[in-house]
């Protein structure tokens, strides 16, 4: 996922910066491809640059945000990476006037045809469209739920400033795509970069990532916590659930519209709850609700039945 | 009758009903040693161990206990003293109402307190004896009157014999009778007992004893004529 684009880099001319994050450890030789080249919707136009960018550092551990340079003429440095230009025409540049880039884990061949997975798409403006320029793109299908676009008009910096304390993965896709978690408004200058800049200078250098579940065992009817994931204003519908077991199979729908559950104190046994958040990710200005639902981790919880101790029976 | 009168009797029977459930459960004798149990029934469970996974924590709620408690192990808690069993010496614990009470415990989750009430009695008074009357003339039959609580048991010897016993009658008397006596007879009251049940609560007895003497008959030489 992207957290910040400098996309016309004042403070360095011809350098186009990339701040990623990870949500799974990045072993060693793991690789991808980016490209601001236009996605016509099968393939990629020809005009503009591919860059692979290859882990060549030890293990990169989940959350950790990777800065990438990459100049206007190919080049592209990130400790513990190679970044090298992948196509053999022009380099990859972000246009100052507009312009996407896309992420995928595949092949590229200099025709514009591509194999893998799309990942991710960055447009620092709000539409996308197949326009037949270099300032435009489609957005892949199965991007639908993993871009993120300007909500105004073209935007040269922009960065997540939004909270960063820990959460599961799903939670940071909900608050990474929301808009409003993002410093939109930064001027076209020096100073516009200079903030970008000095932002990140002292951002963390990792996101907290919520792996484990986290758990309560009380006995019944004693006090429980809440359950809470991100209160988050993309959010249109949480939908708790709840299982016998760590899966969502089967699970069975028990609360809604609200970012926190009070479970069940008194439910003897071992349950698991998560919530479904569905966000409202608009497309070309258009807004999303249906599409774009992530998963919080799981929360344990279990409750044992308080003993029921018969009479007292006086025996001979 | 109006519903309002309907009403007050209705909660005059059930305060009725809650001061019976309130009342003691068990009436016992003074150094008595009783057995207790809870959750021997399915589904909370078997012998010895009660329901599973759970073990108890027994005791006399008085301070005036002066009693032991022994319940054995159960092999579902840490303790040794924890079953769902427990065996109470009430040793010199003394008289008045008193309150078992048992916990359950399962896993961390402890129970409410399940409680029974035991109400310790003291033995029956010893009862008197008196010979009736104290001098009677041979052959005649000696009655020793004992006196004391109407139903009470009383245990007693004759000169020495095995031990005999009498239930004393509603009067608050009995009479013991010893016909055709020829020589002193000599009660002791060894015993005395609340009934003649085997849960009665007895008595020890010492000092309380009665004789009859008996007299020899006159013996008059024959008329002799002048």
């Known amino acids: 996922m992207v957290l910040g684009v400098n996309s016309n880099n004042s403070c360095q001319s011809g350098v186009d910066l990339i701040y990623l994050v990870f949500f799974k450890d990045i072993l060693t030789n793991t690789a991808f491809l980016i490209s601001d080249n236009r996605w016509t919707g099968s393939n990629f136009s020809t005009s503009e640059g591919v860059m692979l960018v290859k882990r060549t550092g030890g293990t990169l551990t989940a959350g950790t945000i990777v800065k990438i340079d990459i100049n206007n003429s190919g080049a592209g440095t990130s400790p513990g990476w190679t970044i090298t230009k992948a196509n053999t025409g022009n380099p990859f540049n972000l246009a100052t006037g507009a312009d996407q880039f896309l992420i995928w884990q595949g092949t590229w061949n200099d025709s514009g045809a591509i194999t893998g997975s799309f990942k991710l798409a960055y447009n620092t403006k709000r539409d996308w469209n197949a326009n037949p320029d270099s300032n435009n793109s489609s957005l892949p299908n199965d991007l639908t739920c993993f871009h993120i676009s300007s909500p105004l008009s073209n935007l040269y910096y922009r960065y997540y400033q939004g909270l960063t304390d820990v959460i599961s993965q799903g939670e940071w896709l909900v608050r990474i795509l929301n808009f409003n978690n993002w410093k939109n408004d930064l001027t076209n200058n020096t100073t516009g970069c200079q903030n970008f800049n000095a932002f990140f200078d002292s951002f963390p250098t990792n996101i907290p990532i919520l792996t484990s579940i986290p758990e309560q065992e009380i006995c019944s009817g004693e006090a429980l916590d809440d359950l809470e994931v991100v209160d988050e204003s993309n959010v249109v519908e949480y939908q708790w659930y709840r299982n016998t077991s760590a899966s969502t199979a089967g699970a069975t729908p028990v609360g809604t519209n609200s970012f926190s559950y009070t479970p069940s104190n008194t439910l003897a046994g071992t349950y698991y709850y998560y919530c479904e958040m569905t966000i409202d990710l608009p497309l070309n200005g258009t807004s999303n609700t249906s599409d774009c639902t992530f998963t919080s981790n799981y929360f344990k919880v279990t409750i044992n039945p308080q003993p029921g101790t018969s009479p007292i029976l006086a025996t001979p | ?226």
């Open chain 2, 1 to 226: 009758m109006k519903n309002s009168t309907f009403k007050l009797l209705a909660a005059l029977l059930f305060g009725m009903l809650v001061y019976t459930a309130q009342a003691q459960d068990q009436t016992i004798c003074e150094g008595a040693v009783k057995n207790y149990t809870v959750d021997t029934e399915a589904p909370d469970g078997a012998n010895p161990d009660g329901t599973p996974g759970s073990w108890y924590a027994w005791s006399v709620i008085e301070p005036a206990f002066a009693g032991t408690i022994t319940a054995g192990d159960d092999p579902d808690g840490a303790g040794t003293n924890d079953s769902n069993q427990a065996t109470i010496d009430w040793d010199t614990t003394p008289v008045g109402t008193y309150t078992v009470q048992v916990i359950e415990t399962t896993g961390t989750c402890v129970g409410d307190p399940i409680t029974f009430t035991v109400e310790i009695v003291s033995g029956p008074t010893a009862p008197t004896v008196i010979a009736d009357p104290s001098a009677i003339c041979s052959g005649d039959e000696a009655v020793f009157t004992i006196t004391g609580a109407p139903g009470n048991v009383v245990t007693y010897t004759i000169n020495g014999g095995a031990p005999q016993t009498t239930t004393i009658l509603g009067t608050g008397e009995v009479d013991v009778v010893i016909p055709g006596v020829t020589a002193d007879q000599t009660i002791v009251i060894t015993l005395v007992a609340t009934d003649g049940s085997p849960d009665a609560c007895t008595t020890a007895v010492t000092g309380v004893t009665a004789t009859v003497t008996v007299n020899a008959a006159p013996i008059t030489s024959p008329i002799q004529a002048l």
